[in-house]
């Protein structure tokens, strides 16, 4: 009975882990998107790992750019995205 309890210990740190790192989320995300493809594709392990590249930034570096990027645009205005299209 002590076996049991110990993986059963084991089990449930390893899903409180899952959970709090945003693994869980994640995944039931690109599920989620999978389950909602109206032409499934060939490769549905494929399909998995482009979007769990896209849901992680290898370098967070990336994300930090992107989010200046988000206010920069916020603050110039729908005008100078305009413009920046242009040049």
Do not use: W
């Not at 882990?17 to 909602?36: N, Q």
């Not at 290898?58 to 040049?87: F, R, W, Y």
């Amino acid at each position: 009975m002590a076996h049991y309890k110990v993986v059963d210990s084991k089990r449930e740190q390893f899903q409180r882990y899952l959970g709090k790192s945003g693994v869980l989320d994640t995944l039931t995300k690109v599920l989620v998107a999978l389950y909602e493809e109206p032409e499934k594709p060939n490769s549905a392990l494929d399909f998995l790992k482009h979007h769990l590249e896209a849901a992680t930034p290898d370098n967070p570096e990336i994300e930090l750019l992107h989010l200046e990027l988000t206010e920069m645009k916020e603050k110039s205005g729908p005008g100078a995205v305009a413009q920046t299209k242009n040049c």
